[in-house]
């Protein structure tokens, strides 16, 4: 017998990702990898990725744009402390 799928079990599953817009927020590096910082607009909300080396790592769901740049820069603050440095010459 199959058990029942609740429905807040399930993922939700988004058909396509609709952009309204893409900002690069920084470019950190070491010796060793490229951290690539993205800020990406939604029509319901902001999202954050973080691109290393070229695949995306991680991507964290923010309503506001100022939730989402707050968080990237306590992240830029962390990773610079791990000895990444700024290589695009932004801020």
Known sequence: MN???LAH???A???GIHEDGRQSLAVLRSCRQTVNVV???LTDGVE???WADGA???RSRFLRD???RKYSDRLMTRLTRRGYRRGDGTK
Request: glycine share 0%; net charge positive; aromatic share 0%.
């Open 3 to 5: 058990k029942p799928t």
């Open 9 to 11: 079990l399930r993922p």
């Open 13 to 15: 599953v988004r058909d």
């Open 39 to 41: 800020l990406v607009a």
């Open 48 to 50: 954050l990725e973080v």
């Open 56 to 58: 995306l790592h991680r």
């Open 66 to 68: 100022s939730e989402a």
